[in-house]
T-cell receptor, first 114, second 115 residues
Framework: AQSVTQLDSQVPVFEEAPVELRCNYSSSVSVYLFWYVQYPNQGLQLLLKYLSGSTLVKGINGFEAEFNKSQTSFHLRKPSVHISDTAEYFCAVSDRSGNEKLTFGTGTRLTIIP | DAGVIQSPRHEVTEMGQEVTLRCKPISGHDYLFWYRQTMMRGLELLIYFNNNVPIDDSGMPEDRFSAKMPNASFSTLKIQPSEPRDSAVYFC?????????????FGPGTRLTVL
């Protein structure tokens, strides 16, 4: 079984400042990793995913994440945030067995301060 | 495409009543997922289907919950009888292929309140 830890439940950041949202996972097998974003009163939308290959993954809206196998982490970063980035961000993991189950972290609420 | 469609968007019911949530996946998608989101437990997968067949229902909390997919364009999640602890946002998602080559597209959710 897999698990995901998002240590920061809330992250306030000034507009145009950089941000990093932390995600650590636990698994006894190789995994796929994902970041989703949820805007208020909406469903989740995929930001980016790591399947294999380059450990630096670029996603939509200027976000990127780096897979670090030794630290079992998949932190999300953006060099300069905008008001429109205010949302909840979820890290998720799945194994590579073909089971399509996603295990989500508890989420990080990103608040952009003007 | 209209995306994943869920109905109703909001449901308020009383304890003991039957509740049925509905989902129309994106046309052509072979996978359909039901998730539940609560403050206490976060986002959990309840069940998923592949080609209308339930594949993994290990997340279904108890026998009060049941899900069906009678055809490729429709699925229901039923709770009978409902309890206040079932209050949550229920999301339906669909995908064309598996996670190694596709993404799950989420609907807007149904907010269920059980009084």
């Amino acid at each position: 079984a897999q698990s995901v830890t998002q240590l920061d439940s809330q992250v306030p950041v000034f507009e145009e400042a950089p941000v990093e949202l932390r995600c650590n996972y636990s698994s006894s097998v190789s995994v796929y990793l994902f970041w989703y974003v949820q805007y208020p009163n909406q469903g989740l939308q995929l930001l980016l995913k790591y399947l294999s290959g380059s450990t630096l993954v670029k996603g939509i809206n200027g976000f990127e994440a780096e897979f670090n196998k030794s630290q079992t982490s998949f932190h999300l970063r953006k060099p300069s945030v905008h008001i429109s980035d205010t949302a909840e961000y979820f890290c998720a993991v799945s194994d590579r067995s073909g089971n399509e189950k996603l295990t989500f972290g508890t989420g990080t609420r990103l608040t952009i301060i003007p | 495409d209209a995306g994943v469609i869920q109905s109703p968007r909001h449901e308020v019911t009383e304890m003991g009543q039957e509740v049925t949530l509905r989902c129309k996946p994106i046309s052509g998608h072979d996978y359909l997922f039901w998730y539940r989101q609560t403050m206490m437990r976060g986002l959990e997968l309840l069940i998923y289907f592949n080609n209308n067949v339930p594949i993994d229902d290990s997340g279904m909390p108890e026998d009060r919950f049941s899900a069906k997919m009678p055809n490729a364009s429709f699925s229901t999640l039923k709770i009978q009888p409902s309890e206040p602890r079932d209050s949550a946002v229920y999301f339906c998602a669909s995908s064309f292929r598996g996670l190694d080559s596709d993404t799950q597209y989420f609907g807007p959710g149904t907010r269920l309140t059980v009084l």
